[in-house]
Each structure stands twice: as C-alpha cells, then as structure tokens.
C-alpha cells in the first residue's frame, strides 16, 4: 500500500524550532518529487515547498523562507521539514504528500497524501 | 503571487443534484489547474488534475473543464460522500497557490 506518515509535531514556543518527518511505503520514493502543505485550524490549504527527486531543485513559499528547510533521504525514504524561528501564525496540521509524477516541478499536482501532524506554536 | 478565488465559499445541495464550483486565478495559468475535496479532520484527496484529467480512482461523476484563468468542478448526481470541501490550486508558478475552499453542504 502507498503510504505516508508524518511525525515530529508538537507544542514549541514561539522561536524555537522543530524538525518534521515524512515516512514513505509502498512506492520508489527516489522517484517522486515531494511537497509539505499545511492547514491552520479552521483554514485552507496553504503549500510550503516542494523537493525534486534527487534535491537539486527546491521552491519555498514566502511565509516560510529563510526559516523553514526541506530535505529529503532518498536511502531512508524520508522527507524533513526543519523548522526554525516558529511563530503562532506557524500552527497548523502539516502534510507531506507526493507530486504527481510526469510533470516537472510538482506541476501536476498531489496524489498522495499523510494524515498529517499537528504543529503548535504557543507560550 | 498567483490568487486563486473560488465562488460559492459555500453551497446547500441534495442527492442528485447537479453541482458546479467556479475557481479563477488572478493571471493565466493554461491549464495548471488541480482540484481536491478534503473531508472532516482528514488529508484532501486529489480528484482533477490539469484542469480536466481524472485521477485515477476517482468516480466519473466528477469532472474539470477550463483554461487560461476561469476553470470549474462539476459534479452530476451528488452523492452522500460527496458532501465535503473543496479546493482549487494552481501549479503554473510558484508558490503553488490554493483557493479558499468550497464546503459543499446537505440541504
């Protein structure tokens, strides 16, 4: 079965950091370009950034850059999101999920999805 | 940035009806258009990609038609499972921009 689990959410204080994980089954994870989503509560969907298969090509959206790092594992079938400098505004379930393949750059869109992992920002 | 605006924000339906969501996008982005409908406290799913193609697995009373900056959600018949909310997104540019969503409720 394909699938993908996140973990690594928790409570942090305003300023510190954290480091998600994203577990890959059930496909060559080496082969798919990978994305992070997240969704305040009671919010939309709001995308991340995104990492090409082999890392060599990374997009971040405004609101995380410069803060917020994605990685990938190829050998462990994993990708990271390290998070730093976390502010309330950074609450939200986080998604890791797969980039449809065939089209460059994650253009195609997400076909598989985590269940997510819970990320709270407060003192 | 590229603003996705998908009208109605909310819409009352019944089994069988006949559905349609509109998402438009602040500039062109041909067809880069991607659709999903996410349930209560659960991951979204991917339903259209590239404006009209249908994921697989996904029933084909759902389908996707536009380009450029105007593109729609049709559903045919509505059913139960049906009722959830949904989501526009645009990957012609970076950062890969969502609608606000769509919550297709039960009349």
């Known amino acids: 079965e394909v699938q993908l689990m996140e973990s690594g959410g928790d409570l942090v204080q305003p300023g510190g950091s954290l480091r998600l994980s994203c577990a890959a089954s059930g496909f060559t994870f080496s082969n798919y370009n990978m994305n992070w989503v997240r969704q305040a509560p009671g919010k939309g969907l709001e995308w991340l950034s995104y990492i090409g298969s082999a890392s060599s090509t990374i997009f971040y959206a405004d609101s995380v850059k410069g803060r917020f790092t994605i990685s990938r594992d190829n050998g462990k079938n994993s990708l990271f999101l390290q998070m730093n400098s976390l502010r309330d505004e950074d609450t939200a379930v986080y998604y890791c999920a797969r980039a449809l393949q065939g089209y460059r750059y994650g253009r195609g869109g997400m076909d598989v999805w985590g269940q997510g992992t819970t990320v709270t920002v407060s003192s | ?107």
């Open chain 2, 1 to 107: 940035d590229i603003q996705m605006t998908q009208s109605p924000s909310s819409l009352s339906a019944s089994v069988g009806d006949r559905v349609t969501i509109t998402c438009r996008a602040s500039q062109s982005i041909s067809n880069y258009l991607n659709w999903y409908q996410q349930e209560p406290r659960k991951a979204p799913k991917l339903l259209i990609y590239g404006a009209f193609s249908l994921q697989s697995g996904v029933p084909s009373r759902f389908s996707g038609s536009g380009s450029g900056t105007d593109f729609t959600l049709t559903i045919s018949s509505l059913q139960p499972e049906d009722f959830a909310t949904y989501y526009c997104q645009q990957t012609d540019s970076t950062p890969y921009t969502f609608g606000q969503g769509t919550k297709l409720e039960i009349k």
